[in-house]
């Protein structure tokens, strides 16, 4: 196995993790406030659950029962299009984020709806792409029965969710965790969809899955240094929303 495919199975193991990790972040802040009750609680998060299930168990069943390889010209018609994809949703993100970081004492409302956390908590296409080409990369190097490798990745992926909930839960005493956090890991999470515009045109052998639809030659026409340069200054106002959101609570006590 060559270097370059080495890297891109490694990123796509790292980009179900962070999938995992974005989840965790926007349940964090509904979770944990005083105001949700134990039974609302349960209901949220075993409804995430089962919304991942549904979808692994729906590419699960794409895979095994469709010939994929059969549809990789209409698949590539498709696929030109994310890196649009990413940049709409990390936009979509950031904007909403920033709104959040920025509200005022007065505008920052004690007990916030779910609304604003969907962003991170329900599965995009960005997602299901990234699930499906985990679960197709298991399947290809695992000996075990097709079902046992999918379930062992929901299990993997739920994991990820409830270890991110269990390190949030327990610096919830030094973090306020409303709209400044909420605000933060979407500018952390816009940073991350915009890297990835950036480092995947990097591989040859995927750029043709990563190509800007206005081009065949995505790594000739992205700004890199200027692209790079704006990331930074999201992971900047991600922090800014963090150290918001600690500050508030050190006004609290």
């Known amino acids: 196995m060559g270097l370059l495919k080495q890297f891109w199975i ?4 790292l980009a179900f993790a962070a ?3 974005k989840v965790g972040l926007g349940l964090a802040p509904y979770l944990f406030r005083k105001q949700t009750g134990v039974a609302r609680k349960s209901f949220i998060v075993l409804g995430t659950l089962l919304i991942y299930l549904g979808l692994f168990c729906g590419i699960y069943l794409l895979i095994t029962h469709f010939e994929l390889s059969d549809y990789i010209d209409r698949l590539l018609d498709v696929t030109r299009y ?3 994809l990413h940049l709409a949703m990390a936009m979509g993100l950031l904007l909403w984020g920033a709104s959040l970081i920025f509200r005022t004492k007065a505008e920052v409302i004690p007990d916030p709806s779910i609304a604003p956390a ?8 960005v997602c299901a792409t990234v699930i499906l080409l985990n679960l197709t990369l298991s399947f290809s190097v ?9 379930i062992v990745s929901f299990l993997l992926f739920s994991g990820i969710i409830l270890s991110t909930l269990v390190l949030i839960y327990f610096l919830k005493s030094n973090l306020s965790l409303g709209s400044r956090f909420l605000g933060g890991s979407m500018c952390l999470v816009a940073a991350y969809f915009l890297l990835t515009v950036i480092i995947a045109p990097i591989y ?5 899955a990563y190509a800007m639809a206005c081009s065949n030659n995505a790594s000739d026409n992205i700004p890199v240094p200027h692209l790079a340069m704006f990331v930074a200054f999201i992971v900047f106002l991600a922090a800014f929303g963090f150290i918001r959101s600690y500050f508030s ?3 609290d006590k």
């Open 118 to 125: 969907l962003l991170l908590i329900l599965p995009c296409p």
């Open 19 to 21: 999938f995992g990790i």
């Open 142 to 150: 695992s000996s075990h029965p097709l079902s046992v490798v999918m």
């Open 204 to 208: 040859p052998q995927i750029k043709a």
């Open 82 to 84: 994310a890196m649009l």
């Open 249 to 251: 609570t050190r006004g």
């Open 10 to 13: 490694t990123g796509v193991y």
